[in-house]
């Protein structure tokens, strides 16, 4: 399949042909209709599967074990590491990201990070991810995701069934937009409390900061990279919510890494995500990304208690 795209990345082009074919094969599964019931499973995190999940999970793992650059393959929805080949490169996915929103018509897509000389949990850090970013199973597919430094939007036509991958060569926009679920909001460290109180404060005419949240981090991600702001999934005094929800190796870190090649930044509060270790493969992480401004006021919060 040609995906008009080629990497900077030695050996990685085959790597990509494999996500977008394994992404083809989900999005025309969602087209008709299929995928959107209730398995009855449930993954390592203890989320509910539907079918889709599997599916994707399915396809992703099939077309990726076929190519001897693959060393490892990680999921969302695979227990461990996956051993393909003797492959330098190593891919971390999140084969449905949004799922539960995707039941009801809200965009879903997939996370995709790709690591090189990985063999163990710990080295799915973001000081050794190579490239990273997700596809979006929408209105039509595409895909934003940086290979190194450089960042890229790409698009199949739904008439022709070819793909334009083009760069994306502004740096990141900027607007007064967050994307969190305030449920938690009573149970929030004091801090971000106080944060995001004063972002939205619309008193005494103070303009407030816009409030959106798809519960699909790829459609959240995705009008990040169109318009800038804010997405946040913190932590929560709350059991299960102590480090959030969001996974640090396939859905923060490769988010992350494509913000950041844009000019935006990323933090669990105190760190940035992409300096963070990584000390199990499934584990959850408190996740701040978007625009530099707003995640060094975030952190000025936090330190001020
Ligand atoms: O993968 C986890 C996820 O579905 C993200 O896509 C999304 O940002 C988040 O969970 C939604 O969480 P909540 O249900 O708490 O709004
Ligand atoms: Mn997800």
Known sequence: MAIGFKSQLENMDGIYSALFTAAETIYAVLQKGEGLKFATSSNESGDDQIELDVIADNAFYDTLSQDPNVRYVVSEERPDMN?????????????????????IGIPCGAIFGIWKDADSAADFHGGNILAGGFFVFGMTLEVYFADGGKVYKGQKDPLTGTWTVLP???????????AINGQMQKVWDKWL?????????????????????????????????LQGGLFAYPSANFKGYESGKLRLVYEAIPMAFLIHAMGGSSTNGDTCILDLPVEKLHQKVPVFIGDKAKIEALEAYKKKG
């Open 83 to 103: 051993k393909v080949s003797d492959g330098p490169y190593s891919v971390a996915l999140d084969p449905i990201d949004g799922s539960k929103s995707a039941l």
């Open 193 to 225: 409390q106080d944060y995001i109180n004063d972002a939205v404060d619309a008193t005494d005419g103070k303009k407030p900061h816009n409030m959106r949240w798809f519960a699909s981090m790829v459609s959240d991600m995705k009008r990040m990279v």
């Open 168 to 178: 994306i060569a502004d740096p990141m926009p900027s607007a007064d937009i967050i």
